[in-house]
């Protein structure tokens, strides 16, 4: 860590407001979903077979859980990067006014002209340090704001390709319930004529 960009989390220097973590890196979470529900909808002949279904249960609980999880630490990590970066923004604004109030020029309360080598140089390098400190402001600001940009085009992109991928699993949880209830009345009906299913359940 000593080595990297977050040093200043274990130095013992103040925290200022260019120390900045990494970016927030998000990935897409699918929804949860149902698994394997023809296998599970099945009656179990053997000790073996229950035992599988049984397994099989406890590994879609098991991802779902993991998928809320997963929500949950990423929902909570976006915000807490909002957070910093509201107080990374009020800390740069207390720092540029203490550097205003100290990039006062201090005289001895003596008549100096301006021709002076001394008072000259002195003006000078308050004029130069304002104009760094102006030039510095100005790229944190901007680097804020499209750091801002950046995390709110990927929110609205997650929030996209989640709900198309809602919308694209509900669809499909649609026809396998209409092809089951088709395959049904198939099934009742080749009861009735004594014959064979005609095809085998979706």
């Not at 000790?47 to 049984?54: D, F």
């Not at 030039?135 to 997650?158: F, I, P």
Request: glycine share 2%; with cysteine; net charge positive.
């Amino acid at each position: 860590l000593y080595s990297t960009s977050a040093s200043f989390l274990v130095s013992n220097s103040p925290v200022q407001s260019t120390s900045q973590l990494p970016d927030l890196a998000t990935t897409f979470i699918s929804p949860k979903k149902r698994r394997f529900d023809e296998l599970l909808s099945q009656q179990p002949r053997t000790q073996l077979e229950s035992s599988l279904q049984e397994a099989m249960h406890w590994s879609n609980n098991h991802i779902n859980n993991q998928k809320d999880w997963l929500l949950a630490m990423q929902a909570q990590n976006i915000l807490q990067h909002l957070y910093t970066s509201r107080i990374r923004g009020q800390l740069q604004h207390s720092e540029e006014k203490t550097t205003q109030k100290n990039s006062r020029l201090h005289v001895d309360g003596r008549a100096k002209l301006l021709t002076q080598d001394e008072f000259f140089h002195r003006v000078k390098e308050v004029a130069e340090r304002r104009e760094r400190e102006e030039a510095d402001s100005s790229k944190r600001k901007a680097a804020r704001v499209n750091a801002h940009e950046r995390l709110a085009t990927a929110l609205v992109q997650w929030e996209q390709e989640r709900r198309i991928c809602e919308q694209r699993n509900k669809a499909v949880m649609e026809r396998w319930e209409l092809a089951v209830v088709e395959w049904e009345n198939e099934r009742d009906l080749a009861r009735t004529e004594r014959r064979k299913i005609g095809w085998t359940k979706p």
